[in-house]
């Protein structure tokens, strides 16, 4: 598998925006989840959000709802994540993964065991 193609990322200053996107080229889009998983400094992965392409129902973690937004383009199989009110707290590496979702289940913000693809990550630094 081709591992996903992500863009955006930078350094912003606090309340700032910022725009990521993840593209799965060749992908069946709809079969996937698409999560954005995060890593700062000192911290553990987490899982911020994540996207059910097949039918766009989308979840956030605590730590970014209400300031994070998901979306989709299906005919570029890719995904955004908008982000507003950006705090020195999401500084960090950003990963986008797509995973098959588990069947009869939410998407989870974290692959599982099962086959995943990754990104190679995008740093975004978010100054005080």
């Known amino acids: 598998q081709r591992p996903l193609v992500q863009s955006g990322g930078g350094s912003v200053q606090a309340g700032g925006s910022m725009r990521l996107s993840c593209e799965h080229p060749g992908s069946n889009f709809g079969r996937n989840c698409f999560a954005w998983v995060r890593q700062g400094p000192g911290k553990e992965r987490e899982g911020v959000a994540v996207?059910?392409?097949?039918?766009?129902?989308?979840r956030y973690a605590d730590s970014v709802k209400g300031r994070f937004t998901l979306s989709q383009d299906s005919a570029k199989k890719t995904v955004f994540l908008e982000m507003r009110s950006l705090t020195p707290d999401d500084t960090g590496m950003y990963f986008c993964?797509?995973?098959?979702?588990?069947?009869?289940?939410?998407?989870?913000?974290?692959?599982?065991?099962?086959?995943?693809?990754w990104g190679r990550g995008t740093q975004v630094t978010v100054s005080s």
């Open positions: 993964a797509a995973f098959i979702r588990p069947f009869g289940s939410a998407c989870p913000f974290l692959p599982g065991t099962g086959p995943s693809t």
């Open positions: 996207i059910y392409a097949g039918d766009s129902i989308k």
